[in-house]
C-alpha cells in the first residue's frame, strides 16, 4: 500500500489522506476536509483536486468538523459516487455542518450534501470490523474528541499469508479524556488500536504546548465559570458566551446545569437563553447518542458516547441500569428545542434531584428586541471566534457597554474578533484607549478603544489533547503496561513548530520507555507517496490515479475497412464511416 498525506501539512486544517492499496487498484480517502486557515482559504477550497474523485472507492470519514468533510460535496459534484464510512453520529453532525455551510459557501450547492452515501456500523460499534473493500477493513476506536469522533484503523489483510497482514492508524483528532481522568463532559475515554500498528498517522495541533493541571481540571473550569456569571450578572448583564454548535455549546450547557443543580449558580429558565439554531440542531444528536450502547467484543454491552465522568459529577453509579436510564432521560432533557423542568424521579436524590434541565431558545424574530432589552442573563450563543453566528448580534449590541461581559470560551485566532477582543481586554483602561485600531463586528466598523464590556477567557473546553496527551496517546499504559501504538510515526495536522516539537518529544518518550529509536516522518509536500511496505518516498502519481495516459491508438484505414463490415447490418452507422474513410484515405493519398 502507498499513502499521499493531502494535508494539512504544516497547518491545521484541510484533513485528507490517500491510502492506495495497489493489489486491487482501490483508492481510499481518510478524510476531505475544508481549508480554514491560511491567506485564502476559501480560493485553496476551490482548487480542482490532486486526483480524480471518480477513482476513489471510499470515503472513511473520522469526524463531523468541516476541515475534516467539508470537501465531500465537491468530491460527490466532479464524479464520485462510492459511499462515506464512518459512526451514525458523525455522519448526523457532518449532516448539519454541511447542509449549514452550505447556506453561506457559494462553492457547492446544498443539494449536493443530499447525495452522499454514509455508511455506518451496527452496534459492535468499535469491535467488528467494517469491509471496505476485498481484503481490506476499517475498525474505529473512540477519539474523545467530538461526538462520533473516532480514530480509524485500516488494515489490510492477505488470505493466503496471515503473516502479511498491514495495519494503519489515522488517529483523527484526539481528546483528552482517559480512562482516569475525564477532563470533557459527556464524552467516553479515549480507545486504543487493537493491536500495534506498522504506520500511525498522528495528529499535533498542540504539540508544542503542555497545559497546567488546573486547566485539566473540570472542576476548577466549572468554578470559574459560575464565578464570572455571577460576577456579570451582577454588573447587571448580560453576561455573552460566544460558544461553536459542536461540542463546545453542549459542553457549556452541561456544566451551567450542574452548576445550578449544586447550588453555586442562581438562574432560571427566563434568565439563560440558548441562541444558536445550528448548535440546537447538533444538541439533539447529542442527547440522542447518550442513548446508544454498543456490544464489546468481550460480548458485553456498553455506553457508546456516554462517560463515567458524567455519573461521578452527579453522584450516580456508572454500572447500575436504573441509574444509567435516568441519566439518558434527563440528558435527553437538556438537549432538546425547548426544555422544560422535568419532575424528578422518586429514586432521585441529591444533586441529581436539582439536576432539572431549563433554558429558553431564542427564535431569530426576538434576537433583536431581547438584544436591546439587556438585563441580568446568561447568552450562550453559537460563533466561536465571534466572526460570524448569532454571538455577532449580541457583541454589536454590547461591547460598548460597560455592565456587560464577554466569556470566551477557547481559542480565538489572532486575525478574528475574538482574538482582537481577547487581547484588548486584557489592557488596563488607558492602554485600552490609546488604540487606533478598527475591527468589524458583522458589517458594521467598531473602534477597539470603545471596548467598555468585560472580557475574559474560560479554559477547560478544549477539544484537542495537548503534547502530554498526545504522547499518552501513542504510548499508552493499560493495566500498568506501556505499549506503542505504532511502530513507524507520520506527524500531521499541526504547524511546523507545533510537529518538531512533538516529534522530539515521541523519541524522548521512547527512550524514557527503553523502547529504543522511534522513527518519525513529517511529510512536507502532497506530491511524494510513502510506500508503507519498504518505507520508501515514491511519486505520488500512481497512487493518486495521475499516470501518464496511454498513447492515443493509430488508427489506418485498413481498420476502418474492418470496422465498415462489422457494422454492414447498420446502414446509417456503415455510411458514415464509409464517408470518414474516404476522407482518411485522401489525406493519407495527399501524404
Known amino acids: 500500500m502507498k499513502l499521499v498525506s493531502l494535508g ?5 486544517t484541510g484533513s485528507c489522506y490517500l491510502l492506495h492499496d495497489e493489489e486491487a487498484d ?21 482548487e480542482p483536486f490532486p486526483f480524480d474523485p471518480r477513482r476513489i472507492h471510499c470515503v472513511v ?69 467494517l469491509v471496505l473493500a476485498k481484503n481490506l477493513l476499517a475498525l474505529f476506536h473512540r477519539s474523545a474528541h467530538i461526538v462520533g469522533a473516532v480514530s480509524v484503523e485500516i488494515i489490510k489483510t492477505s488470505p493466503s499469508d496471515p503473516d502479511r497482514e498491514r495495519r494503519i492508524v489515522f488517529s483523527g483528532d484526539i481528546g483528552n479524556n482517559t480512562r482516569e481522568v475525564a477532563v470533557q463532559p459527556l464524552l ?16 499535533s495541533t498542540y504539540g508544542d504546548r503542555r497545559r497546567s493541571p488546573e486547566q485539566l481540571d473540570g472542576e476548577l473550569r ?42 453555586e449558580l442562581d438562574l432560571d429558565p427566563e434568565t439563560l437563553l440558548v441562541d444558536a439554531p ?15 450502547d454498543f456490544v464489546s467484543s468481550s460480548g458485553k454491552v456498553r455506553l457508546a458516547w456516554l462517560g463515567k465522568g ?28 425547548s426544555p422544560r423542568p422535568q419532575p424528578p424521579h422518586p429514586k432521585d436524590e441529591g444533586v441529581f434531584l436539582r439536576f432539572l434541565p431549563a433554558w429558553r431558545p431564542v427564535p431569530w424574530e426576538e434576537r433583536d428586541a431581547l438584544v436591546e432589552a439587556g438585563g441580568a442573563k446568561v447568552v450562550v450563543a453559537s460563533g466561536g471566534m465571534c466572526e460570524g453566528g448569532p454571538v455577532v448580534s449580541w457583541l454589536a449590541g454590547h461591547l460598548h457597554r460597560p455592565e456587560a461581559t464577554v466569556l470566551l470560551s477557547g481559542y480565538c485566532s489572532p486575525c478574528t474578533l475574538g482574538g482582537a477582543l481577547q487581547q484588548v481586554g486584557a489592557l488596563v483602561p488607558d492602554q485600552r484607549a490609546r488604540l487606533s485600531r478598527e475591527v468589524l463586528v458583522g458589517d458594521a466598523p467598531f473602534r477597539l478603544r470603545d471596548l467598555r464590556a468585560r472580557v475574559e477567557s474560560l479554559w477547560g473546553y478544549s477539544a484537542h489533547a495537548d503534547q502530554a496527551g498526545l504522547v499518552d496517546w501513542l504510548f499508552p499504559n493499560h493495566n500498568g503496561t506501556v505499549r506503542q501504538a505504532g511502530g513507524r510515526v507520520i506527524l500531521t495536522h499541526g504547524n511546523d513548530v507545533a510537529r518538531a516539537k512533538l516529534a522530539e518529544r515521541l523519541r524522548e518518550r521512547s527512550h524514557e520507555l527503553g523502547l529504543g529509536e522511534i522513527e518519525v516522518r513529517m511529510p512536507m509536500t502532497d506530491d511524494v507517496a510513502l510506500d508503507l511496505e519498504s518505507g520508501d518516498e515514491v511519486s505520488a502519481a500512481t497512487a493518486l490515479g495521475l499516470e501518464p495516459e496511454a498513447s492515443p491508438a493509430v488508427i489506418t484505414a485498413g481498420d476502418l475497412r474492418i470496422l465498415v463490415d462489422a457494422v454492414a447490418c447498420l446502414p446509417e452507422m456503415r455510411q458514415l464511416l464509409r464517408d470518414v474513410l474516404d476522407r482518411i484515405e485522401e489525406i493519407e493519398h495527399r501524404l
Not at 494539512?8 to 491545521?12: E, F
Not at 475515554?189 to 495528529?203: K, Q
Not at 451551567?256 to 449544586?262: D, E, Q, S, Y
Request: proline share 7%; charged share 30%.
Open 8 to 12: 494539512p501539512l504544516g497547518k491545521v
Open 222 to 263: 466549572r468554578k470559574r465559570l459560575a464565578a464570572l456569571v455571577r460576577e456579570g450578572l451582577e454588573r447587571g448583564g448580560p453576561v455573552i458566551i460566544p460558544v461553536f454548535a459542536v461540542q463546545r455549546l453542549q459542553d457549556v450547557l452541561y456544566d451551567l446545569h450542574l452548576l445550578v443543580a449544586r447550588g
Open 26 to 46: 482501490i483508492r481510499v480517502l481518510v478524510d476531505c476536509g475544508e481549508h480554514q486557515d491560511g491567506p485564502d482559504p476559501d480560493a485553496k477550497n476551490r
Open 278 to 292: 445550528m448548535g440546537l440542531k447538533i444538541n439533539r444528536i447529542v442527547g440522542k447518542a447518550a442513548q446508544r
Open 188 to 203: 467516553g475515554h479515549r480507545m486504543l488500536p487493537s493491536r500495534p500498528a506498522d504506520w500511525v498517522v498522528m495528529e
Open 310 to 337: 458524567t455519573f461521578r459529577d452527579l453522584g450516580l453509579d456508572p454500572d447500575d441500569t436504573d441509574h444509567i436510564r435516568r441519566l439518558q432521560v434527563r440528558l435527553a432533557a437538556i438537549f432538546t428545542d
Open 61 to 129: 470519514l473520522t469526524h463531523g468538523h468541516l476541515d475534516h468533510c467539508g470537501r465531500i460535496p465537491d468530491l460527490y459534484a466532479d464524479g464520485f459516487v462510492g459511499p462515506v464510512y464512518c459512526t451514525r453520529e458523525t455522519a448526523e453532525v457532518a449532516k448539519v455542518v454541511l447542509a449549514d455551510a452550505a447556506r453561506w459557501s457559494e462553492r457547492y450547492d446544498p443539494r449536493w450534501v443530499d447525495r452522499i452515501k454514509w455508511r455506518h456500523p451496527d452496534r459492535k460499534l468499535f469491535a467488528k470490523p
